[in-house]
């Protein structure tokens, strides 16, 4: 508790569950993540539903239970005696062998424990308490079945002894929803977490890294659990990164852009929540310039954000503005030395540059609002792209009449083009309605058309806001 009143983390979860739809208690036992059916991973074209929750989030056998048939048949004498052995043997507490013991009357999760238990004598010890420890709190429950199945999953095989005790620490220090996030990683793309960062760390390192490593004095063990669900969902599910309710705060340029880390590079991702959650605070990028994690990212009441997506937003709107103080309460960039006065809410169009290429180790050029008398030289640059999937990322500045806006462009077809909005929904518009709003387009620096970015005006947004910042 601080002074708050209530834990900051589950004032922030309340928040996040209001936002979301989902039903949140501090200590609930049974896994409540709303009612969206879209099963898609990458890019959220299938909707908003998705987008914020729901079995879409979930495993395949969580959502479609079947279990085998011979699951429930009764127990042999042979495999009663193999199953109280193993209890017997776990190094776990009293309690926890006598909890495993009554939930092995079931047959079916008497079997389920017996291959757990196989499956972590090779554990180191700590790792192994702690996945049994979880496994213990409910043998029959939808985290005891992850477990079960990630470790009957050709990843634990294929990971190596390494692998395999990262999977168990950050198996052991999950919430439910984390767990059964990791579970579908596992099922549905594997081969992020293997994603090698640019210290050649694989996000399978960096989560379990994540899950046990000294916290800031920010934090607390309640923000550990938490974080690390936001950051597994995060990489698991990139839709899901946005920079919350609409008008809650404008970091809308900064929430593209970790969208787009989390799909084309997760482990650095998960890489800098280590270093922003430590003891420091702080953490180097590819450009080695650092974040810093920033003073009252959990104290902007209107925030419906995560707790990682809180954190790395605000150190990267603090790293962004350059000379100015980002105050993450008021979500505001003041003059140095002038805390409290305004001087622009988002990121102009130099700042955007700035932050781009600090986080994707690549060049980036500006086709600013002078230069859009070429638009159809520009539109056509668009058309060209092949899918973002492969690509660093395109942003693009759009004028939306009361405020400007910065998305990631994905394509143009069939006259539309489409672009992931910030707030973690896919839109489109007509290109003729583009060029109405395109107000600036940030681009890896070569990619755009001879002439276009060559001479161009100061890269801003341009729009109607008043700080000609995006946001």
Not at 71 to 91: G, T, W, Y
Not at 207 to 227: K, Q, V, Y
Not at 260 to 288: F, Q, Y
């Amino acid at each position: 508790m601080d002074r708050f009143g209530e834990s900051r983390f589950e004032a922030q979860a309340r928040r996040v569950a209001r936002n979301e739809g989902d039903r949140f208690e501090p200590a609930q036992r049974t896994l409540t993540i709303g009612v969206a059916t879209d099963d898609s991973t990458g890019d959220g074209t299938q909707g908003a539903a998705a987008a914020h929750g729901g079995r879409a989030e979930l495993p395949s056998y969580l959502k479609h239970p079947k279990p085998e048939r011979r699951e429930h048949l009764p127990l042999s004498q042979r495999e009663r005696v193999e199953v109280s052995r193993a209890i017997a043997k776990s190094a776990l507490a009293p309690e926890q062998k006598l909890a495993l013991r009554q939930a092995a009357e079931d047959p079916a999760t008497a079997r389920r424990l017996d291959r757990i238990l196989d499956g972590a004598r090779e554990l180191p010890d700590g790792a192994r308490a702690k996945l049994l420890g979880r496994v213990a709190k409910d043998p029959s429950g939808s985290q005891a079945a992850v477990i079960d199945q990630v470790m009957r999953s050709d990843t634990w095989d294929k990971v190596g002894e390494d692998g395999r005790r990262q999977l168990a620490k950050v198996l052991g220090a999950s919430t439910e929803r984390g767990a059964a996030l990791l579970g579908r990683m596992v099922e549905k793309t594997p081969e992020r977490l293997l994603d090698r960062d640019s210290h050649g760390r694989t996000l399978l390192a960096n989560l379990s890294r994540l899950s046990s490593h000294p916290l800031n004095s920010s934090l607390d063990e309640a923000g550990r659990s938490a974080i690390l669900e936001d950051v597994i969902r995060d990489v698991a599910m990139p839709k899901r990164v946005d920079q919350g309710s609409k008008g809650d705060v404008g970091t809308c340029t900064v929430a593209s852009m970790q969208y787009e880390l989390a799909r084309d590079n997760p482990s650095e991702l998960a890489r800098l929540m280590v270093g922003l959650t430590g003891p420091d605070g702080k953490v180097k990028m590819r450009n080695g310039e650092r974040l810093w994690v920033q003073p009252g990212f959990l104290e902007n009441p209107n925030d419906s954000r995560s707790l990682a997506d809180s954190i790395f937003q605000s150190a990267a709107m603090e790293y962004a503005n350059g000379k100015l103080n980002y105050d993450a309460r008021r979500d505001i960039s003041s003059p140095k030395g002038k805390p409290g006065k305004v001087a622009q809410r988002g990121l102009d169009g130099a700042q955007q540059i700035r932050m781009l290429e600090a986080l994707f180790g690549t060049k980036y050029e500006a086709v600013g609002k002078g230069n859009l008398a070429h638009q159809k030289k520009l539109i056509e640059f668009l058309r060209s792209r092949p899918s973002f999937e492969s690509e660093r990322p395109i942003i693009l500045n759009l004028d939306m009449g009361k405020t400007n806006h910065a998305v990631t462009f994905m394509r143009v077809e069939n006259g539309r083009v489409f672009y992931r909005d910030p707030y973690g929904e896919v839109e489109s518009m007509s290109v003729r309605e583009l060029r109405r709003r395109l107000t600036a387009v940030h681009a890896p620096e070569g990619q755009l058309p001879g002439g276009l970015a060559a001479g161009s005006t100061k890269p801003h947004s341009g729009g109607v806001a008043t700080d000609d910042s995006t946001g």
